[in-house]
């Protein structure tokens, strides 16, 4: 899910980097003051995500939570994700330093579908909070997880089986994270509907 | 949870002493130098190399054991899988055809990320996060990043707290079913909760923080001052880095 250092050759992390801060940059446009509180609350909700397991037979999976991002930050996802990745590198070992930008990017941009989609429901996603928060959890792990698996398929001939298997790894992540996104996104539309609408105090 | 990275931060040894701006410079340098070696042998000589750094340490043996280990249960199976995969350089052993160039590739991807990891843990367990936030700050990391990053290292453990709490209320209710369906719908709902629960606590925290004077820059007790061993060590570490290279480009060519 995420893509460890060493893999890569230096110009693609190098670029990874670039288009993180491209996107960072975007995502960081016009904040206001009091809206960092509520993005750092969910780039720590981010980093549990991914301490929390679930058995998938026969394998086990973490739940990754950037279409929850995606849906309640909108933009500002793009700076909880690279803050996020880097604590998870720092203090769990996931994913790497140097592919903290292809990482950044991958997980950014389908966070950013997610959200897409998301808002494109309109009035839809108010009345049916379930399956428009798991469609949109189920997009951005799609997206990743196709970002993922073209970045390894482009590593090479030998790396094609590895790609195919990352994807198939995926499917498993994708069925958890819709069911918990739609199950929290439901939640959120019934406690505290102002929280999924995007918009800060 | 606690913070394990911490636990080391607070002692005395050469990798605590490095100034913090110096010591994230060298080794992200370090680190981008091995992740791009191409020569297996090299790379060997690169893990070695980061790995010892980390023993320099005083760290606690059995932590990094068990850090190390679970990266390599991420690592290996993706690793096991090249040797079969690549078609260059075949070998046959018994009914299978194992490729000498799908093994060297997968030991290759293996000690590169071994010396990335032990480099990131060299830093990250031998300096406090407070100290690193701000030698980043001084190294011009963009001042809302570093202002997120330590609000949310802050959260972090009320949440996962949070967390935790709620689910061993579940459990003690009953609601530790092992059929996910049963499973997730509570659990969403513990999720929920932390989150509107947290969002409400960490506003009112920042109001108060603002209150107090809290502008978003990050000031600390810590002052950096380079001494002559801060760039004895920086030297070293650009030997370090030349050496390799030239090493893996001298045998490759």
Known sequence: MHLSDGILAPPVWGAGFVAAAALTAWGATGLREEETPRVAVFTAAFFCASLLHFKVPPTSVHLLFHGLLGVVLGRRALLAIPIGLALQAALLGHGGMTTLGVNTT?????????????RCLGGAASRRPFWAGAAAAGLAVLVAGSLLTACLWSLGEGFKLVAQYALLAHLPVLAVE?????????FLQRVQPALLTGRTP | MRAEVELFAHR????????ARWKIVSLAALTGACVSLQQV???A???VLAVGLLMFGRLSARVLMTRLAAAQVLLL????????????????????????EGFRVAALLYLRALAALALAMA???????????????TLRLPRLLVEISLLTYRYLFSLWWELTRMRWALATRGFGSPAAQARIRPLASV???SLVRSVERTERIHQAMRCRGFAGRLHTLQRFATRPADWIKACACAVVIVGLLWLDRGRGS
């Open chain 1, 106 to 118: 991958l997980f950014g941009l389908s966070a950013l579908t997610g959200a897409a989609f998301y």
């Open chain 1, 178 to 186: 819709a069911l918990v996104t739609g199950f929290t996104v439901e």
């Open chain 2, 12 to 19: 005395t040894s050469l990798l605590h002493r490095w100034d």
């Open chain 2, 41 to 43: 042998s090299v790379a």
């Open chain 2, 45 to 47: 000589l690169g893990a």
């Open chain 2, 77 to 100: 199976p993706c690793l096991l899988v090249l040797p079969f995969t690549f078609r260059a350089d075949p070998w046959q052993l018994g009914p299978v055809t194992i490729s000498g």
């Open chain 2, 123 to 137: 830093v990250v367990y031998s300096t406090p996060m407070v100290t690193l936030l701000r030698a980043l700050q």
């Open chain 2, 191 to 193: 999720i929920g909760v």
